[in-house]
């Protein structure tokens, strides 16, 4: 029987909480530290490692890392995660290591190893979502935005991004969700749905101070079910934020930022300086 098998969390691995550390510590709390509890465990990950796989967190792959330690990067509910396993094999360090220049060690690992995968995959979902074309099909740059009709920070997204998108350089396609308020699936319906969604997404951009878009009940029930759709895809990505935005950096890389831009970081999402 393998004995039982102990989580911590060191300070000295533990800086600057990521945004997927308080999911891996639930992981680790909800965890039954029992040698019973691991003892038909599949052998393929040692058991400590084994325990947070139950309870949810998937592992992309391990790699060799400082200090003798054995570092794991995955995802859990869309988010990534990585932690350390000692070498006696049963403890875990969870949170992102540092290095003596303060170097974070974690970051490129979950990028390379879990977040770009992630987004690839991300940005090939969108795509084959009902998503509304924003400026020209021409247009070199192709940015995906998770918006919701009542979003005030979509609705100073966009025009931020409006000088990029009329000057040709970025087509900004919206995946349309109704999470916000009790009206929004509707009225991100009402726009999926109309003759030309590109003029009703104008109209509730426009109309945004005055309540938005007036709600067409025949294209709420005909469009109702693609909307729950991307609201179950942006749920399936981890996202809980409008808008949540996927673009290419310089390097062709697919980066996701969830919340309203800096205005310093348009240019990096737009691809650009601003025209």
């Known amino acids: 029987m393998a004995s039982p098998a102990t989580f911590t969390a060191s300070a000295?691995?533990?800086?600057?909480?990521?945004?997927?550390?308080?999911?891996?510590?639930?992981?680790?709390?909800?965890?039954?530290?029992?040698?019973?509890?691991?003892?038909?465990?599949?052998?393929?990950?040692?058991?400590?490692?084994?325990?947070?796989?139950?309870?949810?967190?998937?592992?992309?792959?391990?790699?060799?890392?400082?200090?003798?330690?054995?570092?794991?990067?995955?995802?859990?509910?869309?988010?990534?995660?990585?932690?350390?396993?000692?070498?006696?094999?049963?403890?875990?360090?969870?949170?992102?290591?540092?290095?003596?220049?303060?170097?974070?060690?974690?970051?490129?690992?979950?990028q390379e190893l879990?977040?770009?995968?992630?987004?690839?995959?991300?940005?090939?979902?969108?795509?084959?979502?009902?998503?509304?074309?924003?400026?020209?099909?021409?247009?070199?740059?192709?940015?995906?935005?998770?918006?919701?009709?009542?979003?005030?920070?979509?609705?100073?997204?966009?025009?931020?991004?409006?000088?990029w998108i009329d000057a040709g350089k970025v087509q900004l396609r919206h995946v349309m969700v109704g999470i916000l308020r009790e009206d929004s699936l509707s009225k991100a319906a009402t726009i999926l749905g109309a003759d030309d969604p590109q003029a009703a997404l104008r109209n509730n951009q426009q109309s945004y101070n005055n309540g938005g878009i007036e709600v067409d009940r025949e294209l709420v029930s005909a469009n109702n079910k693609r909307i729950t759709a991307n609201n179950r895809l942006m749920g399936e990505l981890g996202l809980n934020a409008t808008p949540s935005t996927y673009y290419k950096d310089e390097n062709g890389q697919i980066q996701m930022q969830q919340g309203l831009p800096l205005p310093e970081d348009m240019p990096t999402v737009m691809g650009s300086a601003q025209p």
């Open 114 to 163: 879990v977040q770009g995968p992630l987004n690839q995959k991300a940005w090939a979902q969108m795509e084959d979502s009902a998503w509304i074309l924003d400026g020209s099909a021409d247009a070199p740059v192709i940015v995906y935005t998770f918006t919701d009709p009542n979003c005030p920070y979509c609705h100073r997204f966009r025009q931020a991004a409006e000088p």
């Open 12 to 110: 000295l691995a533990i800086h600057k909480p990521g945004r997927w550390q308080p999911l891996l510590m639930a992981a680790l709390a909800a965890a039954t530290l029992s040698a019973s509890g691991i003892a038909f465990a599949q052998e393929s990950y040692p058991p400590a490692v084994q325990l947070l796989i139950d309870r949810g967190v998937s592992i992309a792959d391990s790699f060799e890392a400082p200090g003798g330690l054995t570092g794991y990067a995955g995802d859990m509910q869309g988010r990534p995660v990585a932690f350390y396993l000692t070498p006696d094999g049963n403890h875990i360090i969870v949170g992102p290591m540092l290095n003596a220049n303060g170097d974070n060690l974690t970051e490129p690992k979950i």
